[in-house]
């Protein structure tokens, strides 16, 4: 049964170290999934996961103005906090962090935690610029510090951040377990995104084609075609009325271009619709 009571909802670090105490000091396991907001059911898929997992799970809710690339983006992102908090009851986690920004970057505030490497170089990190990942890596660093999770959940629809963050807690040693959940998508195929909202009828129409391009790749790759540029060239046939930042064919650990399909590869492609940024991926199988 779907519960209608509000979460309890914490704005200070102070308070999320005091509500999280007893749950600590009882050895219990604490489940965290960050998130900016304006929340759906792929957000919700998260929050499924850590319910059935933890003891106690924090939605931390939070829109990072250091991972955007560009004001404007930041500045049109969906808010729906109340919608939001009858979504996280739906859920039943047990509290929402929703910090205002002078919470996380208090005046003075000078840190900054970047990742080097392939990883954040490639895709989004050529794309949006390298100040992407390091604001993503910064805003986590800090929610892991202040929430101290055991567990932590990330959507595979983002999947060069769940890497890049599998490898922040591995170079940091923050001793958190990450768990990467499956895209969920509308029945047409669109990946679920908060961004989605911000789609005219006729935009969304047009986003479509997006994951049918994912889809021709899939088809090639399971029928045997192993040529990259071949599958490329057909798969953004399909993309109609979309401008098209990238599709790549990666290695799904590394990221790096392949040269031939002979096991799994991540299909991803990054697009504008209008004025919104879309990406998504899906994992070929030969
Ligand atoms: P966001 O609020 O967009 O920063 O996303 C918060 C978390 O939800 C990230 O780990 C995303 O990868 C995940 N997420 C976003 N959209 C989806 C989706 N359609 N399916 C699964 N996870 C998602």
């Known amino acids: 049964m779907e519960q209608t009571n509000r979460p309890t909802v914490i704005r200070t670090v102070d308070a999320l170290r005091e509500a999280l105490a007893p749950t600590r000091r009882a050895g219990q396991r604490i489940g965290l999934v960050p998130t900016m907001g304006a929340l759906h059911q792929g957000h919700r898929s998260l929050m499924d996961r850590a319910r059935a997992e ?30 939001d908090l009858q979504l996280v009851a739906d859920a039943g986690a047990d509290l929402v962090f929703a910090p205002a920004t002078e919470e996380v970057y208090p005046a003075g505030f000078g840190a900054e ?29 800090k929610l892991f510090n202040m929430c101290r999770p055991d567990v932590a959940y990330f959507g595979r629809k983002d999947a060069q951040q769940a890497l890049v963050i599998a490898q922040l807690v591995r170079d940091l040693d923050f001793g958190i377990r990450i768990e990467t959940c499956p895209t969920i998508r509308d029945p047409d195929g669109l990946a679920l ?26 088809e090639l790759v399971a029928g045997g075609t192993t040529d990259p540029e071949t599958i490329i060239a057909a798969a953004t046939q399909v ?12 290695d799904p650990q590394t990221l790096e271009p392949v040269s031939s399909i002979d096991r799994p590869v991540l299909a991803a492609i990054a697009a504008e619709v209008g004025e919104v940024r879309l990406i998504d991926n899906l994992t070929l199988l030969p």
Do not use: W
């Open 193 to 218: 995104s908060s961004r989605n909202s911000r789609l005219s009828p006729s935009e969304r129409q047009r986003a479509l084609t997006i994951k049918q391009s994912l889809d021709v790749a899939a």
């Open 113 to 141: 935690v970047r990742l080097r490497g392939p990883l954040v170089e490639t895709l989004e990190g050529a794309h949006r610029g390298s100040g992407h990942f390091h604001g993503v890596t910064t805003v986590v660093s």
């Open 239 to 250: 993309l109609s009325g979309v401008s098209l930042e990238y599709f790549a064919l990666v």
């Open 54 to 83: 933890c003891d106690l799970v924090v939605v931390s809710i939070f829109v990072n103005p250091r991972q955007f690339d560009r004001a404007s983006d930041l500045q049109a992102y969906p808010r729906t906090e109340e919608a």
